[in-house]
């Protein structure tokens, strides 16, 4: 019997699926971890090949043959097959979907690697003089002639594509006049920094410190938890490692929560470093994207900055895994192969025997717990950096006030006070949108969505409601649907509405907001965040994407609107979110030498989170957070799957998960609890009726085999065929 090549085809079954080599490669030339082209169903597929075996289960004649094999060389070493293939496991997802993942867009539909060019735009000769005439009437050429005379290297064609407004028109204008001109060179080729632009800062003795533990395990596998205040100097720590695994032929990995981050952090790197660095996320281009997988996986470029999907981005050579925020959700996938990023990056770097560092100025409990075990080594940056005091809490008890939407006077007083020494505030309102309800003051009727168990947010710019949970969109009425009653009211604050309250408050203000909203467009968010670095904000509103990581060195005030929102919920993570979204947002005050002030409009000022957090501290708050896990038995003191199901009848997920929980039961596996099924916090949602199902164990070993029973048994089960189902593994939003 001729040799069978395994290949995960990219299906949502779990297993692999037997093959014939191709006629137009030789056995002996194949590698696990190469791309290769199969028939599979009526159309064709993009495989991975994991292994080569003697034999199939499956009759020979019975069995296809490949079409082609696509890559001269593995692309996924041996080291990388084998974290995809524990995440497959772990996770419970599909072996061919997790593997895809790990691919670029353009490589998972099977597009070539070989070397692509590049194309540069160039000022032409003509284009050193002055050419006025020639666009007197052309606003984007006269913009894009004066940023080429300013970037003499030239400008990559997908940073046109990134510019807001039709730049690539623009472009081939100014090359029809002769003012500029395309030149091509290889896209693969990638030239480091001419030099470092800002110098080292000094460190003090707990960044000192870090660093030296962190650098005398570089060569073995070691976890690290940096905890440090806010603006204590965290990032200074991961270009000083940076600096020294680069030395040693080395690359990096370093990931971050949120894409809003990716800049700042890219601009700090590329000022001290020396050496090509790569960035992925989902906001580049596929090209982008591509060429920046391929440098890292041929070793082309050496530090690699992304967000979790880079998580299993191939290297080289790698010599240090670094997760900056490492508390945050943003770092566990919600849908599809729901991983988390954190997770996956310990298990790589225990894997590869390197370290692996989780920073973070408010730690997650399971990170904490890790650390007290001893599985973590845990490094503390207690003060911050240059002498920048911390900021200076106060609670603002808004009981009986009158608020003008959602401001006390006492808030807007500090405003005043803040914009009179020329200096910057933020306010944070963890809402997008002008209100998130619109109600009737005559009968009472709630604008709902008709397809989620929502109400909808009312976008006032957009004159538009808005579902955001199913992107439903309806224009705001002028009159009640029920009644026909004129008295519509928004009910709750959102940041459209904040914004317009301080433009009334502050006239003269600049005033600018960022949120989901606003930075939709290309390029709107580096905007925004070039002009608060230039002094050219004075009230900066946003929700959540200005809590993490971004340094505001002129922001002395910040104010937080509505903290009570986060105080009461069912949700037994929702205590220590609160704690890490306030702590976290107050970090943006007093980052330079300038003291900072944080205020926090409160109704409930007593509140024992609140007390513990300005008195005391996150690590206090956070000891006991985890005394309360461990005596509820909940994470980080047990493990958890949760079962998700959802259809359009809205009975068939109940039936579906009250047959498995039965079946659960008659496993009599007495360390699994079994909860539910029950409607998910959100019972309804783009039509489709949800319901889950809870199992949690003190022993990760028998949820794993628990859940692989149950995963076989599924198709046994009458609604599976009526449902859609999924499996999440160590949730962190049960909603």
Not at 203 to 225: G, P
Request: aromatic share 6%; glycine share 8%; hydrophobic share 40%.
């Amino acid at each position: 019997m001729p040799k069978v090549l395994k290949i995960a085809v990219p299906v949502p079954l779990r297993r692999t699926f037997d093959y014939l080599p191709p006629l137009s490669r030789a056995i002996e030339e194949l590698q696990p971890g190469v791309r290769v082209e199969v028939p599979f169903g009526r159309g064709r597929k993009i495989g991975v090949l994991v292994d080569i075996a003697e034999t199939s289960d499956v009759e020979v004649e019975r069995l296809k043959t490949a079409l082609s094999v696509l890559d001269e060389a593995p692309l996924l070493s041996p080291e990388d097959l084998k974290l995809l293939a524990w995440a497959s496991r772990y996770y419970h997802h599909a072996i061919g979907e997790t593997l895809a993942s790990a691919f670029s867009v353009l490589l998972r539909r099977g597009e070539s690697t070989a070397p692509e060019a590049r194309r540069r735009l160039h000022l032409a000769n003509l284009g050193h003089l002055e050419a006025d005439t020639a666009i007197k009437r052309a606003p984007r050429q006269t913009a894009l002639l004066r940023l080429l005379r300013e970037t003499p290297e030239g400008l990559p064609s997908e940073a046109l594509a990134r510019r807001d407004g039709d730049f690539r028109s623009a472009a081939e204008a100014l090359v029809r006049k002769g003012l500029a001109l395309w030149q091509e060179t290889p896209a693969n080729s990638w030239i480091g920094a001419s030099a470092p632009s800002a110098a080292p800062l000094r460190l003090n003795a707990d960044q000192a410190m870090a660093v030296s533990a962190v650098t005398d395990s570089l060569e073995n596998y070691r976890a690290f938890l940096l905890e440090g205040v806010t603006g204590s100097g965290k990032t200074e720590v991961y270009l000083r490692l940076a600096q020294e695994v680069l030395s040693r032929g080395r690359q990096v990995m370093v990931l971050l929560p949120e894409i809003s981050l990716t800049p700042q952090l890219e601009a700090r790197f590329r000022a001290r470093i020396s050496a090509p660095i790569a960035v992925f996320h989902s906001g580049l281009a596929d090209g982008e994207r591509r060429r920046a997988w391929l440098g890292l996986q041929r070793g082309e470029a050496a530090i690699l900055l992304g967000t979790r999907s880079a998580v299993f981005t191939p290297m080289k050579s790698p010599g240090l895994i670094i997760l900056d925020e490492e508390h945050d959700a943003s770092f566990k996938q919600q849908d599809g192969f729901r991983f988390s990023a954190r997770d996956v990056a310990v298990k790589r770097a225990s894997l590869l025997g390197i370290p692996v560092l989780l920073g973070s100025a408010t730690p997650s409990l399971e990170s904490l717990h890790n650390a007290r075990r001893g599985r973590y080594r845990r490094l503390r940056l207690t003060s911050r950096a240059g002498g920048a005091a911390e900021p200076v809490f106060r609670l603002l008890d808004i009981r009986g006030q009158r608020m003008i939407e959602g401001i006390s006077s006492r808030l807007a007083a500090e405003i005043a006070e803040t914009l009179a020494r020329r200096e910057q505030a933020l306010l944070f309102v963890n809402r997008r949108g002008f209100a998130p309800t619109l109600i009737c003051h005559g009968c009472g009727w709630v604008a709902q969505c008709r397809r989620c168990d929502a109400n909808l947010v009312i976008h006032i710019a957009d004159r538009q409601l808005c579902c955001h949970h199913c992107g439903y969109e309806r224009a705001l009425p002028t009159a009640c649907l029920a009644c026909g009653d004129s008295e519509l009211y928004p009910l709750g604050l959102g940041t459209e509405r904040v914004e317009a309250a301080l433009a009334a408050f502050f006239p003269e203000a600049r005033i600018a907001r960022l949120d989901r909203d606003s930075t939709r467009r290309k390029g709107q968010l580096q905007r925004l965040l070039d002009d608060i670095h230039g002094s050219r904000i004075d009230i900066l509103i946003g929700t959540q994407m200005l809590a993490k990581g971004h340094h505001f060195p002129g922001v002395t005030l910040v104010g937080i609107v509505d903290v009570d929102a986060g105080l009461y919920s069912t949700d037994f993570r929702a205590g220590e979110r609160t704690a890490q979204l306030i702590m976290q947002v107050a970090g943006r005050a007093g980052r330079e030498q300038r003291p900072g002030a944080v205020v926090l409009q409160t109704r409930h000022p007593e509140h024992p989170l609140l007390q513990t957090l300005i008195h005391k501290g996150y690590s206090h708050f956070a000891r006991a957070c985890v005394a309360e896990r461990e005596a509820a038995a909940l994470p980080p003191f047990s493990y958890q799957g949760l079962w998700r199901a959802e259809a359009g009848d809205p009975e068939a997920p109940r039936r579906f998960l009250t047959e498995l929980a039965e079946r659960a039961s008659r496993m009599s596996a007495p360390a699994i609890q079994v909860l539910g099924p029950a409607p998910a916090p959100l019972a309804r949602r783009a039509g489709r009726f949800r319901w889950q199902l809870l199992v949690q164990s003190a022993k990760r070993a028998a949820l794993h085999a628990m859940i692989d029973r149950l995963l076989d048994v599924i198709p046994e089960i009458e609604e599976h065929r009526k449902i859609r189902w999924s499996i999440d593994i160590d949730p962190v939003d049960l909603y």
